[in-house]
């Protein structure tokens, strides 16, 4: 969320001063919020844990209006900005989908497994569908080779959202692991090639090896990301196998 306050600030004109510093307001939050947390020591007190969610939330569901007004101000044509509404879309649902998180965690709420692991799933294909158009558009044209591969990511991460989309709808049960567990080995496949060529984008643009507006930060920003559906698919097969023993 911190991340995302910085890239929001640092596509806006210099004309939207306000908005400016409702981002960097939300920079120091989340910076405090770390800093807070750094200071637990790995705590396991429910009601200290159930604050924190508490707080955090608030502080995600702030940002998350934050950027609906930012995406209704682009939308209407208010302000000029280098934010694309697709990229503040994004952010406000990964803010959305956090805030949600964290209150069901608090409430104890938990989803059936094969309903979970689809969900999931939709949530985070559409994640990296967005994030291969978002490089794609800002590597520089001249960029061919990876503006293309950059593409036919988009191409194949929205294809497997739209069978997830399909699988969602026909709701399986658990009697039906064979199916989720054949989706999530489509998935990761597709998401280790997208991570790998996350983290080689990177490292070439914090070598200054290729032609982008791509800040660092933002490179790192989305291979992490990818990182993290990895770790939540192996976490989903790591379920399904237990089930099956």
Request: glycine residues 2%.
């Amino acid at each position: 969320m911190k991340e995302h306050a910085f890239f929001l600030s640092l596509g806006f004109t210099a004309d939207d001063t306000e908005l400016i510093r409702e981002a960097q307001q939300f920079i120091a939050v989340f910076e405090r919020i770390e800093e807070q947390i750094s200071n637990y020591n790995e705590t396991t007190d429910p009601n200290v844990i159930r604050q924190l969610n508490i707080q955090v939330y608030q502080a995600a569901a702030s940002i998350w209006a934050y950027k609906r007004k930012v995406l209704g101000l682009i939308l209407r044509c208010q302000i000029v900005s280098n934010n694309i509404p697709l990229l503040v879309d994004h952010t406000s649902r990964e803010a959305a989908y956090f805030a949600k998180r964290l209150k069901e965690l608090n409430e104890g709420k938990l989803i059936p497994l094969p309903e979970a692991i689809i969900k999931e799933n939709v949530f985070f294909l559409k994640i990296m569908a967005d994030h291969s158009k978002f490089i794609s558009h800002l590597l520089d044209p001249s960029e061919r080779k990876l503006v293309d591969q950059a593409r036919e990511f988009s191409h194949d991460f929205d294809q497997l959202l739209f069978q997830a989309q399909d699988l969602d709808h026909m709701r399986p049960q658990s009697e039906t692991q064979p199916i989720l567990e054949h989706f999530l080995d489509q998935n990761r496949v597709s998401v280790v090639s997208l991570r790998d060529f996350k983290k080689t984008a990177r490292d070439l643009i914090e070598a200054c090896k290729i032609k982008s507006n791509i800040p660092a930060l933002l490179a790192d920003h989305v291979y992490r990301e990818a990182d993290h559906f990895l770790q939540i698919i192996d976490a989903f097969d790591e379920h399904l196998t237990t089930q099956s023993t």
